[in-house]
């Protein structure tokens, strides 16, 4: 069910298999424990999301917390991080799980995950000598892209966008092929990728936010629910 060979997966393809029933089961076990005398929760949670989170596993939570709470009516959106801070101070949304600069953490976030934020490349992609640099970039609303348009803003060096992509996916596909080079978060690095030698962006955490006039308790639950997934 294991391998040890270096640079394989650890995991032989059967071992996969049973891993996926084993994480069935430990999620099964751990909402049966949680249903036991469980508050009757009703209401009405709006949760905005960044896309990393989905693919973080905070589906699953949203899943289970479904299955416990099955009157509490959650409705998600997945945005970019700027569009979710404006929906949240419009009281358009309950709560948020979002990216942003370490030195942008407010009071009331809670913090759950930090990363490293990479100029990347593809192994095999020559940049251009001259002063343009082709940039795989995220839309308009993407706070990499404004904090790299600022930076190289009167340096005599001009990012070209060269594709637009709201999908993380899409920018990491683009970066493989060899169009250019991206910012992306290091957790979203891929063989075949290299880290390019540019001005270095800040760090970048994962934070909770759910102002105070939304601190009821079936928000409260699905918050701490989203805490000990993430955290």
């Given at each position: 069910?294991l391998?040890?060979?270096?640079?394989q997966?650890l995991f032989?393809?059967?071992?996969?298999h049973?891993l996926?029933?084993?994480?069935?089961?430990?999620?099964?076990h751990?909402?049966a424990?949680?249903?036991?005398?469980?508050?009757?929760l009703?209401?009405?949670?709006?949760l905005?999301?960044t896309e990393?989170l989905?693919?973080l596993g905070?589906?699953?939570?949203l899943?289970?917390?479904s299955?416990?709470?099955?009157?509490?009516?959650?409705?998600t959106?997945?945005?970019?991080?700027?569009v979710?801070?404006?929906?949240l101070?419009?009281d358009?949304?309950d709560?948020?799980?979002?990216?942003?600069?370490?030195d942008?953490i407010?009071p009331?976030d809670?913090?759950?995950?930090?990363?490293?934020?990479?100029?990347v490349?593809a192994?095999?992609?020559n940049?251009?000598?001259?002063?343009?640099?082709?940039?795989i970039a995220?839309?308009?609303?993407?706070f990499y892209?404004q904090?790299?348009?600022?930076?190289?803003?009167g340096?005599?060096?001009?990012?070209?966008?060269?594709?637009e992509?709201?999908?993380n996916?899409?920018?990491?596909?683009?970066?493989?092929?060899g169009?250019?080079v991206?910012?992306?978060?290091k957790?979203?690095?891929?063989p075949?990728m290299?880290?390019v030698l540019?001005?270095?962006?800040?760090n970048i955490v994962?934070?909770v936010?759910?102002p105070?006039?939304s601190?009821?308790?079936?928000?409260?639950?699905l918050q701490?629910s989203?805490l000990?997934?993430?955290?």
């Amino acid at each position: 069910m294991l391998q040890r060979k270096p640079g394989q997966d650890l995991f032989t393809p059967d071992g996969k298999h049973l891993l996926a029933y084993a994480e069935k089961i430990i999620t099964l076990h751990n909402e049966a424990l949680l249903g036991i005398n469980r508050p009757l929760l009703r209401g009405q949670v709006r949760l905005g999301i960044t896309e990393d989170l989905v693919t973080l596993g905070l589906a699953n939570v949203l899943g289970s917390y479904s299955r416990l709470y099955p009157q509490v009516k959650v409705r998600t959106v997945v945005e970019q991080s700027l569009v979710l801070e404006r929906q949240l101070e419009a009281d358009a949304l309950d709560m948020i799980v979002v990216q942003l600069f370490k030195d942008q953490i407010q009071p009331e976030d809670q913090v759950v995950q930090e990363d490293e934020l990479l100029w990347v490349k593809a192994t095999d992609y020559n940049l251009p000598s001259d002063s343009e640099i082709p940039f795989i970039a995220f839309d308009q609303n993407c706070f990499y892209r404004q904090w790299a348009a600022k930076t190289f803003a009167g340096t005599g060096t001009r990012l070209e966008v060269v594709l637009e992509c709201a999908s993380n996916a899409g920018v990491v596909q683009a970066v493989l092929a060899g169009m250019g080079v991206a910012l992306i978060a290091k957790r979203h690095l891929k063989p075949g990728m290299e880290q390019v030698l540019l001005p270095a962006p800040p760090n970048i955490v994962f934070v909770v936010r759910t102002p105070n006039r939304s601190q009821q308790a079936h928000v409260r639950v699905l918050q701490d629910s989203i805490l000990q997934a993430l955290q």
